[in-house]
């Protein structure tokens, strides 16, 4: 009932806020402001001088001040510390009148002025370029994104990923980085369903090991099926997480620091920015950090070396070339991963902190360690056809590479080991073995043409992107691995070092490993996809977009199996709606959205013939959400925020036959369907100088229904917390104070988590958490000094998907950065 009474008061407004808008249309000022370097003024103040109306520039260094009435005006644009420009414009009717400027400061003196007015919201992105592969503001795309920006990566001292994601709400990480040739750096969870940051700049780009934030821009989560614009390969149906890379810029400057602090934390790091030649055609760009941090168990570390140059080539007004590398290299020690391969009731405990494990005690000893490399090469070639179509073409190379060991560790019931049933409903022993990589690599190959076009049709304003994609991944990963030992849990002077590097080596010598795994494949996807927003009015747009894949794996192998070939084609659609009462303030929005799963091959029962199982291609697995919400950019662009409800539906899931005599041939069908729906709620606001605040919270609902009855009706164990919420309040003391001093506190909340949850597991939980986090900075023209607490309570908590990860306790950092 209360579903159907909000989707009506949707479709009422939908159809009576036109009436009421349009009967007194007005006038509006729009244009752009540069910087002396001729690069785009972004979050800058524009109004009219004295009526109370203003907008803030976009990233392009554009504005618009809707609902002007016949008058003459003057547009100012202002800030603190900023030399203001006045400029006269009359409008009337309904025209809309242009108004540019060109400041006196240029790009780096205006990144300054910024940091110092301490009146906008430095947090929030008005627009993208990437999520709806077209210039989109974010009140005009139907689809729910979150944009963590480099202000906010850099007043948090935020040095991976993994940091920056805090901020994304509705998000959840769920296995740190494996370091393995293939992985996209850690594991997360959004809507229900794991993803991982697989790429960059809209295209493939993986790094295997925990991605360091060198050369991060912006991070941006877009949330739900994306196959329409991304594919399906390299995204969820949860959503996807695309990295945005620094570019090079036309004046000299950079940026060199230093940071140290707990458990051996130590990092420096470049910004290096260079044009070239004097015409400023020809610019380069280097970002490049040495990261090195022990752990807060007794073994453990991580060495990462990251090097990104950049170089961009303006050949005219017209054609501009970008080329660009990311080259990762890491040594570490696989983070401390708890398996369950017993019930919930053998072990004793239904939740983590129930368990006889020191969280501080790694349980083993030196020389279990890994290495791994990521290489990502770039192109972009940007082709402007005419004043309304412009061509991209883009190839990107990504090979990723690890060799080395991968320590696991598996919860023994007491009763497994002693045969005494006295014993039973107790866990007090862990079975420690590796699982090795041996030179595995994973190469991916894309190129993505695409032609965008902003044209009119009539009085309607048309944007559309035409693409044609191929990608090819070819895959050869080799994994091994024996148990070493049975020992038990926390027996004073026990030695848990005997579990090394060493002792592995030489058990393999002694004889072949338990196991082989190979995981060897290649694929090639040949896409094509277009997708068009058409503004019926200029309060109401709509969107609609079509994928058409074409997939042809080559098959390999997969453990002792041999996958044959097969081809596939996939059609994924998309449409959504929004309209604005409220022009540049206010907009509702609806969407469908699709994704896919080529699930392979595997063994179907055929009830004809008792006796017999056959191989069968898999139909695409098909994932469906529908999605409505409002968006708000209120109060000069005080308050951002967006609201939204989402149901998704998976359909054709593969699951056991319930057929007894399939089920006993561990014959499959296809038949299974997963739930998942929910609410995301989040802020971005300055409610008064100087402060700012970043909120969200998410609740999701996932279910299994027509699934295996060990897990049907149940919520998935890949599903997460069902609550997230995460908070962070800046502040920056006015400059007649302390100029310069800002201070940040905030963190992340989630409930309990169930790792296992079945029938004949049972029920086992990762306890809710809530981690703080404070930061505080000062900072001047050509320095910045830096410190955070992470965790500052000390907090005990794991994170996991049928496994659980202990995480870091509190760590104290400090940082100090030159800047040129």
Do not use: C
């Not at 014993?423 to 090795?436: I, P």
């Not at 848990?496 to 072949?512: E, I, K, Q, T, V």
């Amino acid at each position: 009932m209360f579903k159907n009474l909000q989707f009506l008061l949707i479709i009422a407004t939908f159809v009576a806020l036109p009436l009421l808008t349009n009967a007194q249309q007005m006038a509006t000022v729009r244009g752009k402001v540069l910087t002396s370097d001729g690069n785009p003024a972004e979050y800058v103040t524009v109004v009219l001088k004295g009526k109370g109306q203003g907008a803030i520039t976009n990233s392009k260094g554009e504005y618009a001040i809707t609902r002007v009435k016949d008058g003459s005006y003057t547009v100012l644009v202002s800030a603190i510390g900023l030399r203001s420009e006045e400029k006269t414009v009359t409008v009337s009717g309904r025209e809309t009148s242009t108004v540019d400027f060109t400041l006196s400061e240029n790009t780096a003196q205006l990144t300054e002025v910024i940091i110092r007015a301490g009146k906008l919201n430095r947090f929030s992105a008005k627009s993208s370029d990437d999520v709806g592969k077209m210039p989109l503001k974010n009140l005009e795309n139907p689809q729910v994104y979150n944009t963590i920006g480099k202000e906010l990566l850099a007043e948090q001292l935020v040095f991976s990923v993994d940091d920056a994601m805090r901020n994304a709400p509705g998000l959840q990480k769920m296995w740190d980085a494996t370091g393995r040739a293939g992985d996209g750096g850690s594991f997360y969870n959004t809507r229900g369903f794991i993803v991982q940051s697989q790429l960059r700049n809209g295209l493939a780009g993986n790094v295997t090991s925990t991605i360091d934030a060198a050369n991060l821009e912006k991070l941006e989560v877009i949330k739900g099926p994306s196959a329409t614009l991304f594919g399906s390969t390299l995204t969820s149906y949860g959503g996807l997480i695309n990295r945005v890379t620094k570019k090079p810029y036309e004046t000299f400057g950079g940026e060199i620091s230093y940071a140290g602090g707990s458990y051996g934390f130590n990092r420096v790091s470049a910004d290096i920015n260079t044009p070239l030649d004097k015409a400023k055609q020809l610019l380069f760009r280097l970002n490049t950090a040495f990261n090195y941090e022990g752990t807060f168990q007794t073994q453990g570390f991580s060495r990462t070396f990251a090097v990104a140059p950049s170089l961009s080539y303006k050949v005219n007004d017209r054609l501009s070339v970008l080329v660009d590398a990311e080259l990762f290299q890491g040594r570490n020690v696989g983070k401390q991963i708890l398996f369950f391969y017993y019930p919930a009731a053998a072990l004793g405990a239904s939740r983590a902190d129930q368990l006889n494990v020191d969280y501080r005690n790694s349980y083993m000893g030196s020389g279990l360690e890994q290495t791994s490399r990521s290489v990502n090469l770039f192109g972009k070639v940007t082709y402007k056809m005419s004043s309304a179509f412009t061509s991209t073409t883009n190839f990107t190379h990504s090979s990723s590479f690890s060799n080395g060991f991968g320590p696991y560790f598996y919860l023994m019931p007491d009763a497994a080991i002693t045969g005494n049933a006295a014993d039973a409903g107790k866990a007090n022993y862990l079975a420690r073995a590796d699982q090795s990589t041996n030179h595995s690599t994973n190469r991916v190959f894309e190129i993505q043409q695409n032609f965008n076009g902003d044209f009119k049709i009539g009085a309607m304003r048309n944007r559309i992107v035409l693409g044609l994609d191929y990608l090819r991944i070819n895959s050869d990963q080799h994994f091994f691995g024996s148990q070493l030992d049975v020992v038990p849990l926390n027996v004073p002077g026990y030695d848990y070092s005997r579990f090394n590097g060493p002792r592995m080596d030489s058990l393999y010598a002694s004889g072949p490993p338990q196991f082989t795994y190979p995981l060897i494949n290649k694929s090639n996807t040949y896409s094509a996809f277009v997708s068009d927003v058409l503004n019926l009015t200029d309060r109401l747009s709509v969107l609609a977009a079509l994928r058409v894949d074409q997939f042809d794996n080559k098959g390999g192998s997969v453990g002792s199996d041999n996958v044959m070939s097969y081809n596939q084609t996939a059609l994924s659609p998309k449409f959504g709606l929004v309209f604005q009462p409220i022009k540049d303030r206010v907009s509702l929005f609806a969407n469908y959205q699709n994704s896919f799963n080529n699930k392979g091959v595997y063994n179907a029962y055929d009830v004809t013939a008792p006796d017999s199982i056959a191989r069968k291609v898999a139909k695409l697995e098909q994932a469906n959400q529908f999605e409505a919400g409002v968006k708000l950019d209120a109060f000069s662009g005080k308050l951002t925020t967006t609201i939204s409800y989402y149901n998704i539906k998976v359909k054709d899931i593969l699951r056991t036959d319930p057929n007894p005599l399939a089920a006993a041939r561990f014959a499959q069908t296809q038949d299974g369907t997963q739930l998942s729906k929910g609410v995301e709620f989040d802020v971005i606001a300055n409610p008064f100088n100087g402060f700012n605040v970043i909120a969200g919270f998410s609740y999701n609902d996932s279910k299994l229904v027509n699934a295996d009855a060990d897990v049907e009706g149940r919520r998935p164990t890949t599903a997460s917390s069902p609550y997230l919420a995460n908070l962070w309040l800046s502040y920056r003391l006015p400059d007649y104070l302390i100029k310069g001093l800002g201070f940040g506190f905030g963190g992340n909340y989630a409930s309990d988590n169930k790792i296992l949850n079945s029938v004949s597991q049972g029920v086992f939980i990762l306890p809710a958490y809530t981690v703080l986090n404070a930061t505080a900075f000062y900072e001047q023209r050509k320095f910045r000094i830096s410190a955070k607490v992470d965790n500052l309570t000390n907090q005990h908590y794991w994170i996991g998907y049928t496994t659980m990860n202990p995480q870091k306790l509190r760590s104290i950092v400090g940082s100090i950065s030159y800047k040129f």
